[in-house]
């Protein structure tokens, strides 16, 4: 079974930026679309990036302008660059794929945003 893992999060201040990776264990080429969601503290999983297989990208209007979500096939990896970032950021984002209607999981990464 693929394994997605996140790296990249951490503490830091408000107005600056991260940029998140999520590594497959084989090729993404077998997801349709990959994408991250965060879940905040007493707060359900919500969206917050996704792009297929054509790199079609969707935002949610929260992070619209200050995410970017990108995919490499061929380091099997896809990134979330987040920019401008706010406290209400803080959370930890999740990695995700879709494939054949399955949809796989990473572990997630913590991501804290100090005002």
């Known amino acids: 079974q693929v394994q997605l893992v996140e790296s990249g999060g951490g503490l830091v201040q408000a107005g600056g930026s991260l940029r998140l990776s999520c590594a497959a264990s084989r090729s993404i080429r077998i997801f349709a679309s990959m994408g991250w969601h965060r879940q905040a503290p007493g707060k359900q999983r919500e969206l917050v990036a996704t792009v297929t297989s054509d790199g079609i990208t969707n935002y949610p209007d929260s992070v619209k302008g200050r995410f970017t979500i990108s995919r490499d096939n061929a380091k099997n990896t896809v990134y979330l660059q987040m920019n401008s970032l706010k406290p209400e950021d803080t959370a930890v984002y999740y990695c995700?794929?879709?494939?054949?209607?399955?949809?796989?999981w990473g572990q997630g990464t913590q991501v804290t945003v100090s005002s």
């Open positions: 995700n794929g879709v494939t054949f209607g399955i949809t796989l």
